[in-house]
């Protein structure tokens, strides 16, 4: 009767708190998302279809056509030691996640003693004679427990850390976007070099060749001593010029050799200039659901939704805890007779504990909990908002830098037929010295600004890449997103 009170009682408590668990709120970020960029309905270009699926060809290298830029990020997916540092994270959010999955199962340990005891005979006796006793125990056993799941807490929990490793996946994706993109800005960089320090060699071998021609018409009396001077000013100028851009392709080789994780002497490049690579074509009407290969934005929502099992597991911490408990084994006084079964004792318990007052600690995580999933859904929120942000920067650039690229060849053109005219004329001996002065600076600084608008127009369509997380062309076998929450609506 006893025992059977003890059950009502605790049925009683039970039973009222069984259907108790309330329901996570449901989780709406607040956002209205277009359908397609605002400057998909300024382009008319075609899409490009060069997107390769595999290795750094789906980060969007294989955009610009070069083989060389390719093979380097391939070569910094495996080398970097950003990358690297990324996917260390992820085992230790695998063995974070291993830990918090294993109080779904029973744990069991095993037990093995041996005591040898003495016992004084004064202990019996209050006159001697006194004898001593002395003896022995053995125990060997095998104890299991159990805490039983059932308001889901610890499901919750292991869901939080399965997420987690989700999100670390995806950080790790993150780094690897970025670390592409950095990759393809330095290669960018050292090319214009190139090209900067291979019109800054011509421009000087022009300035040589008028000097040579101005020393010959001070001999001959038709130019002065000034005119000579300047165009002397000139040479040392362009000349001047050339280390500050030995310098520059340095420090993007170097660049380029720590990206991949490599010692500089090592990298050996061949480069050529920016003219070798391909210019990428936009699609009309970029669909804004290509924001869903962005690996920050996933894992944001993962984030997000690994907090949300976190504040089920903080509110099933008010609900009772049931424990079972179990132990199987033999006891005896001697070894040989520790494996009759006579020997054998067995015991099994369950406890539950209800939590009644703690001074505010289990309210105090919850609202801890439930603060944390505000926050990092006001993350989530602003990364899709970031993202949007990133995209219209980087295709009104690329629209700009592409306008800027036309005027500036033009100008291009413009300062290379006046030096033309005026070079012609000088060898005539019919022109002023300061014109042909005029001409070649002008020249020299409108073609070196060419050389670095077309560095910013790659490095914008590297900008779009990173900012729609590796191009603009869906993968043909584009997983479908694993960190979906139902409750979670876009």
Same mark, same amino acid.
């Given at each position: 009767?006893?025992?059977?009170?003890?059950?009502?009682?605790?049925?009683?408590?039970?039973?009222?708190?069984?259907?108790? *668990? &309330? #329901?996570?709120? +449901?989780?709406?970020?607040?956002?209205?998302?277009?359908?397609?960029?605002?400057?998909?309905? *300024?382009? /008319?270009?075609?899409p490009d279809t060069g997107l390769a699926d595999a290795g750094a060809g789906r980060f969007g290298l294989s955009l610009f056509g070069s083989a060389e830029l390719?093979?380097?990020? !391939? #070569?910094?997916?495996?080398?970097?030691?950003? $990358?690297?540092?990324? /996917?260390? +994270?992820?085992?230790?959010?695998?063995?974070?996640?291993?830990?918090?999955?294993?109080?779904?199962?029973?744990?069991?340990?095993?037990?093995? !003693?041996?005591?040898?005891?003495?016992?004084p005979g004064t202990e019996r006796k209050n006159a001697p004679p006194f004898?001593?006793?002395?003896?022995?125990?053995?125990?060997?056993?095998?104890?299991?427990?159990?805490?039983? @799941?059932?308001?889901?807490?610890?499901?919750?929990?292991? #869901?939080a850390g399965k997420l987690s490793v989700t999100a670390s996946e995806y950080d790790r994706d993150t780094t690897r976007l970025s670390t592409v993109?950095?990759?393809?800005?330095?290669?960018?960089?050292?090319?214009?070099? =190139? @090209?900067?320090? *291979?019109?800054?060699? =011509?421009n000087l071998a022009i300035a040589e060749?008028?000097?040579?021609?101005?020393?010959? *018409?001070?001999?001959?009396?038709t130019a002065n001593a000034l005119d000579l001077a300047t165009q002397e000013s000139l040479v040392a100028t362009s000349r001047a010029a050339i280390p500050p851009l030995d310098i520059s392709y340095v420090q993007a080789k170097t660049t380029l050799a720590l990206l991949l994780g490599r010692p500089p002497e090592s990298l050996h490049l061949a480069g050529g200039g920016l003219s070798l690579l391909r210019q990428p074509q936009i699609a009309a009407g970029v &669909?804004? =659901? $290509?924001?869903?290969?962005?690996?920050?934005?996933?894992?944001? #929502?993962?984030?997000? %939704?690994?907090?949300?099992?976190?504040?089920?597991?903080?509110?099933?911490?008010?609900l009772p805890n049931i424990d079972l408990t179990g132990k199987l084994g033999a006891e005896s006084l001697v070894f040989r007779n520790l494996f009759r079964p006579d020997a054998t004792l067995a015991s099994l318990a369950a406890g539950l504990t209800q939590p009644i007052f703690d001074g505010g600690t289990l309210q105090g995580q919850l609202d801890d909990a439930t603060a944390v999933q505000q926050e990092l859904l006001l993350a989530y929120r602003k990364s899709i908002v970031s993202a949007f942000s990133d995209v219209e920067t980087a295709l009104a650039t690329i629209e700009a830098q592409k306008r800027h690229e036309?005027?500036?060849?033009?100008?291009?053109?413009? %300062? =290379?037929?006046?030096? !033309?005219?005026?070079? +012609?004329?000088?060898?005539?001996?019919?022109? !002023?010295?300061?014109?042909?002065?005029?001409?070649q600076t002008n020249l020299f600084q409108v073609q070196d600004v060419l050389v670095q608008v077309r560095q910013a127009k790659f490095s914008a369509y590297v900008s779009l890449i990173e900012a729609l997380g590796g191009g603009w062309t869906m993968p043909k076998d584009k997983p479908s997103n694993p960190v979906q929450p139902k409750e979670t609506q876009l």
């Open positions: 009767m006893m025992g059977f009170a003890v059950r009502s009682a605790l049925l009683l408590l039970v039973l009222p708190l069984a259907g108790c *668990r &309330p #329901e996570a709120d +449901k989780t709406d970020i607040g956002l209205t998302i277009p359908a397609y960029f605002e400057y998909g309905s *300024r382009t /008319s270009a075609t390719n093979r380097l990020g !391939d #070569e910094a997916l495996t080398g970097n030691f950003d $990358i690297a540092t990324a /996917s260390a +994270k992820i085992m230790e959010a695998k063995a974070l996640a291993g830990e918090s999955a294993a109080s779904l199962y029973p744990s069991l340990s095993g037990t093995a !003693d041996a005591s040898r005891s003495r016992s004898s001593a006793t002395t003896a022995n125990n053995f125990d060997l056993g095998l104890s299991a427990t159990y805490m039983v @799941d059932f308001w889901g807490r610890y499901r919750d929990m292991a #869901e993109a950095a990759l393809a800005n330095a290669y960018f960089q050292l090319l214009a070099t =190139q @090209d900067r320090l *291979r019109l800054a060699r =011509q060749k008028v000097l040579d021609v101005i020393h010959a *018409r001070v001999m001959a009396g &669909p804004a =659901q $290509i924001l869903t290969r962005r690996p920050d934005i996933a894992a944001a #929502e993962a984030r997000l %939704a690994a907090q949300k099992a976190n504040v089920g597991a903080a509110r099933a911490a008010f036309t005027l500036q060849a033009l100008a291009v053109a413009a %300062a =290379q037929r006046t030096y !033309d005219i005026n070079e +012609k004329i000088l060898h005539e001996g019919a022109v !002023d010295v300061t014109s042909v002065l005029n001409a």
